[in-house]
């Protein structure tokens, strides 16, 4: 079992409840784009606390981070405290919602946090200069709980391309409202059958999405690839 001791070297706040924790990146810790780990922090009285996340950094960085939505849980709490500083460990990479297998077209689905792991994929192929076609299909309250969102939006767009749609915008939000839906997909990825899907997020949303993708727009399982963000 791999297992890294990584020092927080920085907070970020991506939304008003979405923060990041990025840690010093170990020379020896090596992982794919959009694999998760167990990130183990230390309690104030002893002992750890530990949940799964999946990296929202990308291996082309030198540092490793994952990104979550503060809650009032035991481990959201202790989290947002650690000082900077802080040694935590972080053991066994596991996944493969990755771009690694060379895919010449791809399309994203994710509701809020599951962002994590499309933003890990994202960045490694651009980054890479890896031939892709990626479309970003991102679902959120309204424009101030995008997560990412200036980031998204300054990557070159000859081959990404991001479409929101929010449940409760705001007045001025002249886009896609609701829910990700039927519509919204299919309008905005036309070529749907050529594309492998990757979809992540809370259980409920990733299967609520592919209901949608396998009912109503019949794209066959072989070609979606879900990551699902247990005990969210
Ligand atoms: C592969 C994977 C990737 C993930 N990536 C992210 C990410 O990028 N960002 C993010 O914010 N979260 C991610 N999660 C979810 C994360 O591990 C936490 O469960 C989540 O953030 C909720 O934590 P909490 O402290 O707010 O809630 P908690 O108080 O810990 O839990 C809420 C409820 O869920 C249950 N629960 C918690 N964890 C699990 C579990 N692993 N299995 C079964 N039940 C559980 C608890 O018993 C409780 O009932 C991921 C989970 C998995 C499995």
Known sequence: MSEWKVKLIEKIERTEDIKSFRFERPEDLKYLPGQFSYFYIPKEEGGELFHHFSFSSSPTEPFVEFTTQIRESEYK?????????????????????????????????????????????????????????????????????????????????????????????????????????????????????????????????VNTIEKILTDDICVPMHIIREEFYIGY
């Open 77 to 205: 709490k202790r989290l947002n405290q650690l000082p900077i500083g802080t040694t935590i460990r972080i053991s066994t990479i596991l996944g493969n919602f990755s771009l690694i297998n060379k895919y010449n077209k791809v399309a994203f689905l994710c509701g809020g946090i599951g962002i994590t792991a499309a933003r890990s994929n994202i960045k490694w192929a651009i980054d890479s200069q890896v031939e892709i076609d990626m479309v970003l299909l991102y679902g959120n309250r309204n424009l101030n709980n995008i997560a990412f969102k200036t980031e998204l939006e300054a990557l070159p767009a000859e081959n990404f391309k991001v479409f929101y749609i929010l449940s409760q915008p705001e007045e001025s939000w002249k886009g896609w409202k609701g829910r990700i839906n039927e519509q919204f997909i299919l309008s905005n990825v036309p070529d749907w059958e050529d594309r492998m899907w990757f979809v992540s997020g809370s259980p409920a949303m």
